[in-house]
T-cell receptor, first 111, second 115 residues
């Protein structure tokens, strides 16, 4: 039973354009949603988060949108840069419960 | 602060052998987590500690797996009688455990290959 789903295994975007990574969830008890980025041979690194009481959070080139009614969130990266090429994981948790991760989306930003 | 440190980075072992991984979290972090990641999957929760107390264990953590955090600082994850299905990246993460989003800081992981 996968509670966090990332249905696109990979995404390819040209440098300078917008990257949109999508995530769906099934557990309506989730309070917080997070995005992590992972480079090869490194652990995941935290990127941005959003609380369930908000619908948007922005940090520089990264914006996360949350649509609670659709149980859907997305990460927008604009403009995309070659250094953004990595695997992006969507994760979520309810209060005092462990983070649950999706399977990840591999983003390739082409120069 | 050197972040979350995991050792060894890579372990190759034969089926049936025991292996132990060590995690040194960020010093002021009171919560420590173990996750497992296999190819094509996201990290899957195994267990976590608040200080030295093990508060939750996943059903993925069979009785061949044991984790400890004896003094609330470093942690060890031991796998007894390893099986080929145990081959995975074992990730350790730590956090301060404050209110709000549970932002985990991960180590680089310990990759286990069981032959």
């Amino acid at each position: 039973d996968q509670q966090v789903k990332q249905n696109s295994p990979s995404l390819s975007v040209q440098e300078g354009r917008i990257s949109i990574l999508n995530c769906d969830y099934t557990n309506s008890m989730f309070d917080y949603f997070l995005w992590y980025k992972k480079y090869p041979a490194e652990g995941p690194t935290f990127l941005i988060s959003i609380s369930s009481i908000k619908d948007k959070n922005e940090d520089g080139r990264f914006t996360v949108f949350l649509n609670k009614s659709a149980k859907h969130l997305s990460l927008h990266i604009v403009p995309s840069q070659p250094g953004d090429s990595a695997v992006y994981f969507c994760a979520a948790h309810a209060r005092n419960t462990p983070l649950v991760f999706g399977k990840g989306t591999r983003l390739s930003v082409i120069a | 602060d050197t972040g979350v440190s995991q050792n060894p980075r890579h372990k190759i072992t034969k089926r049936g052998q025991n292996v132990t991984f060590r995690c040194d979290p960020i010093s002021e972090h009171n919560r420590l987590y173990w996750y497992r990641q296999t190819l094509g999957q996201g990290p899957e929760f195994l267990t976590y500690f608040q200080n030295e107390a093990q508060l939750e264990k996943s059903r993925l953590l069979s009785d061949r797996f044991s984790a400890e955090r004896p003094k609330g600082s470093f942690s060890t994850l031991e796998i007894q009688r390893t099986e080929q299905g145990d081959s995975a990246m074992y990730l350790c993460a730590s956090t301060l455990g404050t209110a709000g989003a549970n932002v985990l800081t991960f180590g680089a992981g310990s990759r286990l290959t069981v032959l």
